[in-house]
């Protein structure tokens, strides 16, 4: 079964509001819980609201980056405007991304499976393809039937 596909996108920015992972890159459990722990505050103090308000679309992006040898974490938004609170503009390359869709129960359900399946599987088995780095998301495009649906994009380059 192919769970994902490759899809050519124009660059596009992230308006994003983040956080350093401390955890060691091969702390899943530790990872997951400072991004879930980052997710609860910045619904609950309103940035994340602040972000919906001028997006340009209703995608919400969880954006890993890897930024002066820190792994970083943004909630973020495609928007031309800025914000005043502490942030940054996340370039993402023209260029091929592997796209992998799926959904969750919970918007961390979401993105745990398409990480999971975008990094445990489809670029380990890849021939044709890899991933080089550059900063990568986890997009929630909505929602239906209660459950959470999205997509992985992930830059990727023709080996």
Known sequence: MKNYILEEKDSFTVLG???ELKSDYTDYAGINKEKLDFWEAVKEDGRLDTLKA???NDYIFAV???VNDKMMYYAGVMTEASISEESRVIQFPKGEYLVVKGDGQT???L???LTGIAFGQVLPE???FAYV???NAT???GQRNGVVFGEMWIPVVRK
């Open 126 to 128: 890849a021939k044709n």
């Open 139 to 141: 997009v929630e495009m």
């Open 133 to 135: 780095g550059g900063p």
């Open 111 to 113: 993105s745990n499976k």
């Open 54 to 56: 001028i997006a340009t």
């Open 107 to 109: 918007a961390d359900e």
């Open 17 to 19: 509001i983040g956080t």
């Open 64 to 66: 890993n980056e890897a």
